[in-house]
């Protein structure tokens, strides 16, 4: 009987997996305004001031800052949707990299903001993460996404003109630290794995060793043979499918830089992105 019960919970897990594999991508929008919202969830005066307050940033400062709110990233996580939208966007100058992007997928409670190369060292991912945590979270929890939104900005702004973030508010907590189970936790690791090894190695190669990798931390999860061997397969199939986070060297994403400098309609001006930022849920 539970051999037939682990046989049934494998075959869902292998039709869950092939279910994402044939899904297509979220097409990522079109970039003619600062603020871009596939949700309806801002009012068009919303809308309109943060656009303002952005474009007055960006006339003040040069950097560019971009919101985006979705529906859903899925099939992919967010940190994959979110670095494919500012390959396409290249928010920030050319060869200064200074654009931030704060996404929002609001079926899937996630967000993000993603960092340019050009602002890492002021928007770091600790504070990227502070900046979520601690005042955009909050009030997402209470259905006030604009408000959200804007202190997330509006904190983003005052961090990349170089003020620091008050002390931290000890009575927010962190991040959940439960886990409902150990397949998210593969999954996520074979995307962020996959893709780095399909790049280096080659397509079978790094398929084979991802498998090989996630089945040694499946076993470490589950302590179970018949666990690590299932998810070491799945990761072989899901890799050699095209799963994974995207073609990494040398810590930066492969992808070259064609900007422009038009601002009617708004579109980035060619910086590159590398994965920096931090996420979060609510």
Do not use: C, H
């Amino acid at each position: 009987m539970n051999i037939l019960k682990a046989a049934r919970t494998v075959l869902l897990v292998l039709v869950s997996f092939w279910q994402l594999i044939a899904n297509a991508d979220v097409a990522i929008p079109a970039l003619t305004a600062r603020v871009t919202d596939e949700t309806a969830t801002l009012t068009t005066d919303q809308r309109g001031s943060l656009e303002q307050v952005l474009q007055k940033f960006e006339a003040n400062r040069g950097s560019q800052i971009s919101v985006l709110i979705v529906p859903t990233t899925q099939p992919e996580t967010i940190e994959q949707y979110s670095i494919r939208v500012v390959e396409q966007w290249k928010l920030g100058r050319k060869r200064v990299d200074d654009g931030a992007l704060l996404i929002v997928a609001k079926n899937d409670r996630t967000l993000r903001i993603e960092v340019g190369y050009g602002l890492e060292g002021a928007l770091n991912d600790a504070t990227s993460r502070r900046i979520i945590d601690e005042l955009i979270v909050p009030r997402f929890r209470q259905g006030d996404y604009y408000g959200g939104i804007t202190a997330g900005v509006d904190s983003m702004m005052k961090v990349i003109n170089g003020e620091p973030l008050p002390a931290p508010d000890r009575n927010v907590g962190g991040r959940s630290g439960r886990v409902g189970g150990y397949l998210p936790i593969l999954f996520v690791l074979t995307l962020a794995v996959g893709g780095l090894l399909r790049s280096v190695l080659g397509r079978l190669p790094g398929s084979l060793v991802t498998g090989g990798a996630i089945a040694g931390i499946a076993w470490v999860l589950s302590g179970t043979v018949f666990v690590a061997i299932v998810a070491g397969a799945i990761a072989v199939l899901f890799t050699l499918a095209g799963g994974g986070m995207g073609a990494y060297v040398g810590g930066r994403v492969v992808g070259g830089r064609v900007g422009g400098s038009g601002r009617s309609p708004f579109r980035g001006g060619g910086g590159g992105f590398g994965g920096g930022g931090a996420s979060g849920r609510w």
